[in-house]
C-alpha cells in the first residue's frame, strides 16, 4: 500500500487500487492508521476497511511490514560517513530490521580505496551483515542486491545524493522516480526525492525509496542493558567479573578483554562508549 495526497494505493496481482480510507479507520484519524507497506483489505467502492496486524513498523520514514534495511553510502559525493553508518545499524537493531549496506559510485574511485573502505568496515562481518559494492553509472554489482532483496520488503535509506533513486530505478527496471544532482559547491545531494513510495520489483518483493535525511539520531534506548543488548559482538562467552557489568570502567571485563585481543573490534567498542556517553548526558540524567 502506498500513499498520496490523501489517496492509499494498494497493489494485489499486478493490478494498483486507488482506494480511500473509511469509518473508523478515518475517524482515529492518526498519522500512522494506514502506512506505506501495510497489508491492507478494501471494499467493492474502493474504502480500506481493514489494515492487518503489523510484522514491525519504523518512525522515519514511517513504513510498516519491511525485510531488510538497505544503509546506503556513496563512496565519495557526498563522503563516507562511518559514523552514521554505526548509527544506522543500531536504529536496524533497535527495530529489529535486518540491515545490509551498500555503497555506491565505486565508479569513481580506485580498486585500493575500496579496499580500504572493506578494511574499515572489517567488523561487519562478525555482525553478519552483507557489503555491496556498486556503481549505477557502470551498471556494477547491482545483479547481487537484486537477487539479495528478491521476494522481499527492502526499504532504502541513506543521505540525499548517494543514488537511492538512481539503483532504485536499475532494480525495478524501469525509470519511475526522479534522480537528483549533487551540489558541486557543497558535495551534498538535494533533497530530489520528497515523498516515501513503495516499489514493486519485476521478480518479486518491494523496494521503498525515502528522502535522504540530513541527521539521524540514536534510537529511543531507555537504558545501559539495551544499549548493551544492540551490540550483538558483546555476548562473548566470558564472564565479566561484575555480573552486572556494564563495559565501560570496570575491571575484569571480558568485553573490554575481547577488545584488547581484538576479538571484538576497536572501532565498534569505541562507538559503544560515545553512544554510552552521549545517551547518558543527554538523555538517561534527564529522565
Ligand atoms: N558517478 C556516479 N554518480 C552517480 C551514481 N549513482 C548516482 N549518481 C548520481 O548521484 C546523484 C544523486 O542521485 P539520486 O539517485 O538522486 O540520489 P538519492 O539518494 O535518491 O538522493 P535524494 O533523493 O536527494 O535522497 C545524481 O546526479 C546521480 O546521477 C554512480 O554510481 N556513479
Ligand atoms: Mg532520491
Ligand atoms: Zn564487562
Redesign the pocket.
Known amino acids: 500500500m502506498t500513499k498520496m495526497q490523501g489517496f492509499y494505493y494498494v497493489e494485489t496481482q499486478g493490478q494498483i487500487h486507488e482506494c480511500r480510507l473509511r469509518g473508523i479507520l478515518k475517524k482515529t484519524d492518526r498519522k500512522d492508521n494506514c502506512i506505506v507497506g501495510d497489508v491492507v483489505e478494501f471494499s467493492e467502492d474502493h474504502s480500506i476497511t481493514k489494515v492487518f496486524e503489523r510484522k514491525n513498523i519504523i518512525h522515519r520514514p514511517l513504513v510498516a511490514n519491511i525485510d531488510y534495511i538497505v544503509i546506503?553510502f556513496?563512496a565519495i559525493?557526498p563522503k563516507l560517513d562511518y559514523e552514521r553508518i554505526n548509527v544506522l545499524i543500531l536504529n536496524s537493531y533497535y527495530y529489529k530490521i535486518k540491515p545490509l549496506i551498500i555503497i555506491?559510485?565505486?565508479?569513481?574511485i580506485e580498486e585500493e580505496d575500496i579496499e580500504e573502505i572493506k578494511n574499515n568496515l572489517h567488523y561487519l562481518k562478525a555482525l553478519d551483515i552483507d557489503l555491496f559494492f556498486?556503481?549505477?553509472?557502470?551498471n556494477i554489482g547491482i545483479e547481487e542486491v537484486s537477487s539479495y532483496i528478491k521476494d522481499r520488503i527492502t526499504a532504502f535509506g541513506?543521505?540525499?545524493?548517494?543514488?537511492?533513486?538512481?539503483?532504485l530505478n536499475l532494480l525495478q527496471k524501469s525509470v519511475t522516480?526522479?534522480?537528483?544532482?549533487?551540489s558541486r559547491k557543497l558535495k551534498r545531494?538535494?533533497?530530489?526525492?520528497r515523498a516515501t513510495t513503495l516499489l514493486h520489483l519485476k521478480e518479486g518483493g518491494f523496494v521503498i525509496?525515502t528522502?535522504?535525511f540530513s541527521s539521524v539520531d540514536l534510537p529511543e534506548i531507555k537504558n545501559v542493558q539495551e544499549l548493551i543488548d544492540l551490540f550483538p559482538e558483546f555476548s562473548v562467552d566470558e564472564q565479566c567479573r561484575f555480573s552486572n557489568c556494564i563495559h565501560v570502567n570496570e575491571p575484569g571485563c571480558a568485553v573490554k578483554d575481547a577488545v584488547e585481543r581484538g576479538d571484538i573490534s576497536k572501532e565498534r567498542y569505541e562507538f559503544f562508549l560515545r553512544c554510552y556517553e552521549k545517551l547518558k548526558t543527554e538523555r538517561w540524567n534527564k529522565l
Not at 555506491?104 to 569513481?108: E, V
Not at 556498486?134 to 557502470?138: D, Y
Not at 545531494?189 to 526525492?193: D, E, I, R, S
Open positions: 546506503q556513496s559525493d555506491n559510485k565505486i565508479d569513481l556498486v556503481s549505477t553509472t557502470e541513506g543521505p540525499s545524493g548517494v543514488g537511492k533513486s538512481s539503483i522516480l526522479k534522480v537528483g544532482e549533487t545531494g538535494k533533497h530530489t526525492t525509496d528522502p535522504g
